[in-house]
């Protein structure tokens, strides 16, 4: 399952100047954050300032993916049908990609309340994007051409993109 994940998310960006990134959540499992941090990729917690040190093993990481790395090739062996995030492809910047995803962690409520946003979650963002209005879909995917999601069981591979300011739904079996 794991090269028919992989030939998907790097077959995208192949005619363009696009990288495939994960939006990772080590709150997920025990065994990211050290694996994370010991990996050479580029990687950058969404979190910032002191939260970004307290909360260092279970914040919400962005990850810039090599196809041959051995990180890649850990996640994607061992992450797969867990939930511990989603994928990106997109042009950007590392750091313009970074504050994009941060300006979603911290929604509103109706009654004013602050809440935290796991968008990067597989089985949030699956339910989210098909309510999202156009306004919302176009401020979630900013400079992310698609995104990719896991199926409910890790069998599929859900691609979102955006055609004519609509959500585009693509299943792909495994």
Known sequence: MHDAVERVLWSAGSQSQSKVFVILDSARDDIIYPRLAESDAQKGSLLIG????????????????DQEDPFTQWLLDQGWGKSWGIFAESEATFIELRHHLRSFLRVGDENGKTL???????????????????????????????????GEEGKTLIQYSMRDNKLVQNIIQL
């Open 116 to 150: 935290f946003f796991r968008y990067y979650d597989p089985r949030v963002i699956r339910v989210f994007f098909p309510i999202c209005d156009s306004a919302q879909l176009r401020t979630m995917f900013g400079p992310v051409k698609q995104y990719f999601v896991e």
């Open 50 to 65: 002191d939260q970004a040190r307290e909360l260092a093993a279970v914040a919400p990481y962005l990850v810039e993916l």
